[in-house]
């Protein structure tokens, strides 16, 4: 749906300009009654903070350059895109740091020797392995078994 910018308000005769009250001289006393006005009717979009929505600089230019339903709607459009890009970001950096968690994988660049089977070594093979381990922490080297 595309929205009409506000259209400038006709310049009244100056007969008419006594006869009119500050509020229509005013255009925010406009868009507060307006902005009341559809809170009571509830034509406020869902989860529309009304309190904090008057206080946003943002929603003060919108409410001068559009209509106010045109303006809350548009407000709560980019709000919810606003949530939905925190909420984005937010589920990356918790995706990144799980995945960072995991055991990383090692290199894959060379061979790996499968882990010796000792229960199913011939007698000739264990004892060629027993006497390599004893040879290695003579010499100082750390045997793991």
């Not at 006869?19 to 507060?32: I, L, R, S």
């Not at 902005?35 to 600089?57: C, I, N, T």
Request: charged share 30%.
């Amino acid at each position: 749906m595309i929205f009409k910018k506000k259209q400038e308000p006709v310049k009244p005769i100056p007969a008419e300009a006594e006869a009119m009250d500050t509020a229509e001289e005013n255009p925010f006393v406009e868009a507060a009654n307006e902005l009341a006005r559809m809170e009571q009717e509830g034509l406020l979009p869902e989860d529309f903070d009304l309190s904090a929505a008057v206080q946003d600089a943002d929603f003060a230019a919108l409410l001068q350059e559009f209509e106010p339903k045109a303006a809350v709607r548009i407000y709560a459009a980019e709000k919810r895109a606003l949530d939905a890009e925190n909420s984005v970001k937010t589920r990356m950096s918790e995706q990144a740091r799980s995945r960072s968690a995991l055991p990383r994988p090692q290199k894959t660049d060379r061979a790996v020797a499968p882990a010796p089977d000792y229960m199913s070594m011939s007698r000739e093979a264990f004892s060629a392995l027993e006497k390599q381990y004893k040879n290695a922490a003579h010499n100082g080297k750390r045997v793991h078994i």
